[in-house]
């Protein structure tokens, strides 16, 4: 099946750093990406989703210009958490979709998630 | 998106079968249902999607009411490594659809 992995799986980082989390799609290429975010104990919530050379599309209440998302390849969408704080300290996952000739893939891959801790 | 309404948490004995039930009275007719289950500290993984009929696969069956209005995820034999939160997702193509997680159905597995 489609593999999609992230790096790194973990990272405790300082207050006020960046952090950058890849996420590649490693045998399919896709255009779309989602990111979603998930504290202990709750439900995985959309944060964007990640367009191929566009630019992403944020939920409500989350701040694009903290969460960077840059799309810049088909098997490649990077999330940086911009001066981050402790509250961002959270599990971070991304899924992505195939597309078989014009056609979306009715499923999304999702990766293994990264973990940030920020101190 | 439609809502999906799911018990917070069930338990098996291992190898006995699982039915988890699944409520979406308010879907519309061109929502697919999805299943994903995700296992401690990892990502989602899909299970099973269907529209109208009963579908199998290799891990799952998923059975679908006449009505659409309610379906049920069906682990054949349980195992330990069936434990996990299972999501029952209403999308129209949970591919290029971003997907809306409820809070699921925690499954234990006892041995």
């Known amino acids: 099946g489609a593999v999609v992995s992230q790096h790194p799986s973990w990272v405790i980082c300082k207050s006020g750093t960046s952090v950058k989390i890849e996420c590649r799609s490693l045998?399919?290429?896709?255009?779309?990406m989602f990111w979603y975010r998930q504290f202990p104990k709750q439900s995985l919530m959309l944060m964007a989703t990640?367009?191929?050379?566009?630019?992403?599309?944020?939920e409500q209440g989350v701040e694009k210009d903290k969460f960077l998302i840059n799309h810049a390849s088909l098997t490649l969408s990077t999330l940086t958490v911009t001066s981050a704080h402790p509250e961002d300290s959270s599990f971070y996952i991304c899924?992505?979709?195939?597309?078989?000739?014009?056609?979306?893939?009715?499923?999304?891959?999702f990766g293994p998630g990264t973990r940030l801790t920020v101190l | 998106d439609a809502k999906t309404t799911q018990p917070n948490s069930m338990e098996s004995n291992e190898e006995e079968p699982v039915h988890l039930p699944c409520n979406h009275s308010?879907?519309?007719?061109?929502?697919?249902i999805h299943w994903y289950r995700q296992l401690p500290s990892q990502g989602p993984e899909y299970v099973i999607h269907?529209?109208?009929s009963n579908v199998n696969n290799r891990m799952a069956s998923l059975a679908i009411a006449e009505d659409r209005k309610s379906s049920t995820l069906i682990l054949h034999r349980a195992t330990l490594r069936d434990a996990a939160v299972y999501y029952c997702?209403?999308?129209?193509?949970?591919?290029?659809?971003?997907?809306?997680f409820g809070k699921g159905t925690r499954l234990s597995v006892i041995a």
């Open positions: 997702i209403l999308a129209l193509n949970s591919g290029n659809t971003p997907l809306v």
């Open positions: 899924s992505a979709n195939p597309v078989i000739g014009d056609q979306p893939y009715n499923e999304q891959f």
């Open positions: 990640s367009n191929e050379g566009s630019k992403a599309t944020y």
């Open positions: 269907g529209l109208t």
């Open positions: 308010t879907i519309s007719g061109t929502d697919y």
């Open positions: 045998d399919f290429q896709a255009t779309t």
